[in-house]
């Protein structure tokens, strides 16, 4: 049996073969949280917290690059993106518990960490648990430049087979060849594990500017080995909705 097949038939199934099995190569599991922020003077309270104390206590941890981003065209409110890497299902488990014990962490971070009810350090967050594709099984990192941005897109599927399907062609099909070929270089490719609007992947891209994004969707969008993938019948109808946003790394993003 493949093991895509094995797998295919839900996320939560999917879990625990990934980490027992792997692939030929070690797959990242990748932490994305999504903070609604406050507007005003508060608005920079978790930028902030992660700047001055998380960042730091997961690099005692070894955990790294870190992301940090904020949005510069999508959602109309304040948020910040934080994406975090994780080799194993248990450093993601055992950092959480981790940072609770880190006496730096809990003394630094009390006013964050400790907010009251009529005082909170943020809105809402949410959180996104993924699995790196096998055909790009770690985090990259593609641009550092200090006008780099990053866009963030979000393939929604109609069934787990669809969603499958769609993998299947970003690994099997090349399509992640064909990215990099044209110049959308990617910072990882994850497909969702936990998390909202399921069955979907998601995948982040770098550029130096917005110039260099739109010429490289041109170059993928006129490349023929594209027009033959997107034209073959497996892959036709399986993403049944894309969200895009475009963010700016912040000035102590690792990523």
Known sequence: MKRRSFLAASPLVAAA???????????????LTIYHTHVGARENRVAEFYRDVALPAYERRGIAPIGLFTPMYGPNQPSLYVLIPHDSLESLMETS???????????????FLEASLGDPAYVRKERQLMVAFEDMPGLEIPVSNEGRIFELRIYESHSDIAGRKKI??????GEIAIFRKTGLSPVFFGETLFGPSMPNLTYMLGFTSMAERDAAWQRFIDDPEWHALRDQLIYKDTVSNITDFILRPTSFSQI
């Open 17 to 31: 073969p990934l980490l027992s099995l792997g692939g030929t190569k070690k797959q990242q599991y990748l932490e």
């Open 97 to 111: 518990q981790a940072l609770l014990q880190d006496e730096t962490y809990q003394q630094h971070g009390r006013e």
């Open 168 to 173: 299947d062609m970003f690994n099997e099909g």
